[in-house]
């Protein structure tokens, strides 16, 4: 409860703001909805009545906290004033409530309290709490506080509404405007259609021309979208939605389109309108768009069918030779059906034995030998044949059974490697890949030691291969997951380095023994500058950490000689072998320790 020297009001606070403002000035944000949540009532008729002054005019208020959540959800505030010391439910238990529902996640949260600790402060901080207000409070620092949150709000929405190069609305405001466009569409306005447009320039001259002159392109191109909206838009008073969905992608929604010819007519002239001479300064640009297109009824109804089935449009466009847009058709569908079944397939796979390990050596780049190998997953199909995994792993990630493939896969590469080193075989490293799902489920280390155990595999031999990302969505949960995994005395290796964004600090704190570089810098050796030094500096810090490094990708021997002139410890790739099946690897291996 509060003393009553806080529940004094100053005359002279009262319209600090309100009072520079002439009518015809009144900022939005005094529209916004406040809402007040304290236990007593004296404090929040004066806090409203500092706003009031202020010109604010949208209150919701309540004195039990209990009631937060509920109206909270009823009247969606664009700010909460918030005290944390209440009798029936604190303020710490109010931000827990709030934050725990997606809708609220981010809702600006002003703190009013008399504590003077820091450890209040803390813990409302570390509950989402985004600023605060000591008690007694001053009128002008309550408005002052409460305008700048209702600022930074606005224009964090906007940042999140509309794109900072051309002004077009963010996918994000384009999902919404397609909900209301839908809801129309079953009134008067008939069929909602969504352009998918992708412009490839958009990319390309970023990586060539750099980012300043990408970003003239993009709004060239959307002025031209939403000059072509504002010609087919059904209402004079309503202009059709145009967005950036990407850096090369943009859409473009119109409603009220009524047959196939029209909306063909319309592709064409966004194709023809859209590939008109853009003039970058240096050279003229002629934008090549392809389109996908989606129309509500026939391809869903929900404003997520549209987005999907144009994307997916767009996708077959790309891949079709000559063609500039699509539809998403029938064949799409069919293509779908063919998907389900097999994912049904997949599922049975393991079951049905249908998995195989294909292994590709890697290389001492001094001695030629074979130094280990690495083991890859097939899936012998019943009807397509041999998939390699770019065929299916994707869509194991999507019905989730990459823990039991990749257990499998960890099960059967121990289980031969523990069969050829019983024969006599020179194996050296057996390299496995986990996926992200294996990874972080926090079961990956007795995976493996059970894997071990069953099949006799000495640890020694086995090499566990992961990439950067996995490394750093969560760097304590990784360094446990590496030091769980060392301490079986399996080795570890960062698979794919360099394309990801680790940081040097905790590269050298991992138990890891190997690097192997990303076939992206090996693709342009020896002539590639940025990539030889790239590929350098990769080696050059491996072996300061006492790594050894890999090469992944090689393909020719010119590549070969310019890794050994960088000190590249081995490679491996199709200048040696292609991944092979048991019966085509064991005669090399054999041949190799000769």
């Given at each position: 409860?509060?003393?009553?020297?806080?529940?004094?009001?100053?005359?002279?606070?009262?319209?600090?703001?309100?009072?520079?403002?002439?009518?015809?000035?009144?900022?939005?944000?005094?529209?916004?909805?406040?809402?007040?949540?304290?236990?007593?009532?004296?404090?929040?008729e004066l806090v409203q009545g500092h706003l009031e002054d202020a010109g604010y005019r949208n209150f919701v208020v309540t004195n039990d906290p209990r009631e937060t959540l509920a109206l909270a959800q009823q009247k969606q505030p664009a700010v909460l004033l918030l005290d944390l010391m209440m009798p029936q439910m604190s303020g710490f238990e109010v931000l827990q409530q709030l934050r725990a529902q997606e809708a609220f996640r981010f809702?600006?949260?002003?703190?009013?309290?008399?504590?003077?600790?820091?450890?209040?402060?803390?813990?409302?901080?570390?509950?989402?709490?985004?600023?605060?207000?000591?008690?007694?409070?001053?009128?002008?620092?309550?408005?002052?506080?409460?305008?700048?949150?209702?600022?930074?709000?606005?224009?964090?929405?906007?940042?999140?509404?509309?794109?900072?190069?051309?002004?077009?609305?963010?996918?994000?405001?384009?999902?919404?405007?397609?909900?209301?466009?839908?809801?129309?569409?079953?009134?008067?306005?008939?069929?909602?259609?969504?352009?998918?447009?992708?412009?490839?320039?958009?990319?390309?001259?970023?990586?060539?021309?750099?980012?300043?002159?990408?970003?003239?392109?993009?709004?060239?191109?959307?002025?031209?979208?939403?000059?072509?909206?504002?010609?087919?838009?059904?209402?004079?008073?309503?202009?059709?939605?145009?967005?950036?969905?990407?850096?090369?992608?943009?859409?473009?929604?119109?409603?009220?389109?009524?047959?196939?010819?029209?909306?063909?007519?319309?592709?064409?002239?966004?194709?023809?309108?859209?590939?008109?001479?853009?003039?970058?300064?240096?050279?003229?640009?002629?934008?090549?768009?392809?389109?996908?297109?989606?129309?509500?009824?026939?391809?869903?109804?929900?404003?997520?069918?549209?987005?999907?089935?144009?994307?997916?449009?767009?996708?077959?466009?790309?891949?079709?030779?000559?063609?500039?847009?699509?539809?998403?058709?029938?064949?799409?569908?069919?293509?779908?059906?063919?998907?389900?079944?097999?994912?049904?397939?997949?599922?049975?796979?393991?079951?049905?034995?249908?998995?195989?390990?294909?292994?590709?050596?890697?290389?001492?780049?001094?001695?030629?030998?074979?130094?280990?190998?690495?083991?890859?997953?097939?899936?012998?199909?019943?009807?397509?044949?041999?998939?390699?995994?770019?065929?299916?792993?994707?869509?194991?990630?999507?019905?989730?059974?990459?823990?039991?493939?990749?257990?499998?896969?960890?099960?059967?590469?121990?289980?031969?490697?523990?069969?050829?080193?019983?024969?006599?075989?020179?194996?050296?490293?057996?390299?496995?890949?986990?996926?992200?799902?294996?990874?972080?489920?926090?079961?990956?280390?007795?995976?493996?030691?059970?894997?071990?155990?069953?099949?006799?595999?000495?640890?020694?031999?086995?090499?566990?291969?992961?990439?950067?990302?996995?490394?750093?969505?969560?760097?304590?949960?990784?360094?446990?997951?590496?030091?769980?995994?060392?301490?079986?005395?399996?080795?570890?290796?960062?698979?794919?380095?360099?394309?990801?964004?680790?940081?040097?600090?905790?590269?050298?704190?991992?138990?890891?023994?190997?690097?192997?570089?990303?076939?992206?810098?090996?693709?342009?050796?020896?002539?590639?500058?940025?990539?030889?030094?790239?590929?350098?500096?990769?080696?050059?810090?491996?072996?300061?950490?006492?790594?050894?490094?890999?090469?992944?990708?090689?393909?020719?021997?010119?590549?070969?000689?310019?890794?050994?002139?960088?000190?590249?410890?081995?490679?491996?790739?199709?200048?040696?072998?292609?991944?092979?099946?048991?019966?085509?690897?064991?005669?090399?291996?054999?041949?190799?320790?000769?």
């Amino acid at each position: 409860m509060m003393n009553d020297q806080w529940l004094t009001r100053p005359a002279t606070a009262a319209n600090t703001w309100s009072d520079s403002l002439s009518q015809n000035e009144r900022s939005p944000l005094l529209d916004a909805t406040v809402m007040l949540v304290d236990d007593d009532m004296l404090m929040t008729e004066l806090v409203q009545g500092h706003l009031e002054d202020a010109g604010y005019r949208n209150f919701v208020v309540t004195n039990d906290p209990r009631e937060t959540l509920a109206l909270a959800q009823q009247k969606q505030p664009a700010v909460l004033l918030l005290d944390l010391m209440m009798p029936q439910m604190s303020g710490f238990e109010v931000l827990q409530q709030l934050r725990a529902q997606e809708a609220f996640r981010f809702l600006p949260v002003i703190v009013l309290t008399a504590a003077t600790g820091a450890d209040a402060k803390l813990q409302a901080l570390q509950l989402g709490a985004t600023d605060f207000l000591s008690k007694p409070v001053d009128a002008s620092e309550l408005v002052l506080r409460v305008r700048n949150t209702l600022a930074f709000r606005q224009y964090h929405e906007r940042s999140l509404s509309y794109d900072e190069v051309t002004g077009l609305p963010t996918r994000r405001l384009l999902e919404r405007q397609l909900r209301d466009a839908l809801v129309d569409a079953n009134g008067v306005d008939g069929s909602v259609v969504l352009f998918n447009i992708t412009v490839p320039q958009c990319r390309t001259i970023s990586e060539t021309m750099g980012q300043d002159t990408a970003d003239q392109l993009a709004r060239t191109l959307a002025l031209r979208l939403e000059e072509l909206a504002r010609q087919h838009s059904l209402r004079p008073d309503r202009v059709s939605p145009v967005a950036r969905l990407r850096q090369e992608e943009f859409g473009l929604m119109l409603n009220g389109v009524r047959t196939v010819d029209a909306l063909e007519r319309i592709a064409r002239q966004v194709l023809s309108t859209l590939a008109l001479p853009v003039d970058l300064g240096a050279q003229k640009v002629v934008p090549d768009a392809v389109l996908g297109i989606a129309v509500s009824g026939t391809d869903g109804h929900a404003e997520n069918d549209l987005i999907k089935g144009a994307e997916l449009a767009r996708s077959q466009a790309q891949r079709r030779s000559g063609a500039r847009y699509e539809f998403f058709s029938s064949e799409l569908n069919r293509r779908s059906l063919e998907r389900l079944s097999q994912a049904t397939q997949l599922r049975q796979a393991v079951e049905r034995n249908e998995f195989q390990l294909h292994y590709q050596p890697k290389v001492d780049m001094a001695s030629g030998d074979i130094a280990g190998v690495e083991a890859l997953v097939r899936w012998q199909h019943p009807t397509l044949g041999l998939l390699p995994p770019s065929r299916f792993i994707g869509m194991a990630e999507e019905l989730g059974l990459m823990n039991d493939l990749g257990d499998w896969v960890i099960h059967k590469a121990c289980y031969d490697g523990a069969r050829w080193l019983g024969a006599g075989v020179p194996l050296g490293k057996m390299a496995v890949n986990v996926s992200t799902t294996q990874f972080q489920g926090g079961r990956l280390a007795k995976v493996i030691a059970h894997a071990l155990k069953s099949t006799g595999m000495a640890a020694s031999h086995l090499m566990v291969e992961v990439t950067e990302s996995m490394l750093m969505n969560d760097v304590q949960a990784a360094m446990a997951t590496l030091h769980d995994i060392r301490a079986l005395g399996v080795s570890l290796s960062i698979d794919d380095f360099g394309t990801g964004y680790s940081s040097l600090s905790y590269i050298k704190m991992f138990p890891v023994s190997e690097l192997k570089i990303d076939r992206s810098f090996v693709a342009d050796l020896p002539g590639g500058s940025s990539d030889t030094a790239i590929t350098r500096a990769i080696v050059s810090l491996g072996h300061n950490l006492g790594m050894s490094v890999v090469a992944e990708g090689v393909e020719t021997a010119e590549q070969m000689l310019a890794l050994h002139g960088l000190d590249c410890d081995m490679y491996q790739g199709f200048l040696f072998s292609r991944p092979l099946p048991e019966r085509e690897l064991l005669p090399l291996l054999r041949d190799s320790a000769r």
